[in-house]
């Protein structure tokens, strides 16, 4: 039913459907959780949005990640930038931190920081030296610089500047 309210257009009575299944049957909260923060994300419900994202991001595999990518998703950039810049500082293991710079480069870049998104890209790249994302990091820095170019070049300081723009 929820899904042929959504097919329809009606997506907080579809909301309202999946609300009340996981009220019925607990069991399909893990499931049916994600498709309401994404309804609510829709429909423009930061506070339901939010609410079930809390309470479904213990389930994900990667719950930071998660939360950064909804508050993006509701426009919340800066808590989007705190939750990443937090999992960054703290995570130990390579492949999640290149996950997790990839995604702040994508949030940096969504929101025009030119800047912080290739110093994302970059350290992506050196923290992933010797590892399988190494290939890929440098890649996505490569095409990132390529569809760039101008904008980092306005960024470097000119000859005979230094970086605050002066001679």
Known sequence: MAE???????KREAADVYER???????TRRIV???????YIETRQPAKALDWARAVSADMPEPQA????????????????????REIETVQNVNRKV???????DL???TGDV????????????????????ATAKRRL??????????????????????GGGK
């Open 21 to 27: 299944l996981i009220l019925k049957d607990p069991s």
């Open 115 to 134: 800047k912080g998104a290739h110093r994302a890209l970059e350290t992506a790249v050196e923290i992933s030296a010797g590892h399988p994302e190494f």
């Open 33 to 39: 959780a994600p498709q309401l923060v994404r309804l």
């Open 66 to 85: 998660y939360m950064a990518g909804v508050y993006a998703q509701l426009g919340g950039y800066n808590e989007a930038r705190s939750i990443l810049n």
């Open 99 to 105: 996950a997790l710079l990839w995604q702040m480069a």
């Open 142 to 163: 490569s095409v990132f610089e390529s569809r760039h170019s101008t904008d980092l070049n306005n960024l470097s300081p000119q000859p005979g500047q230094d970086a």
């Open 108 to 110: 940096c870049n969504r």
């Open 4 to 10: 042929q309210f959504e097919k329809d257009g009606h």
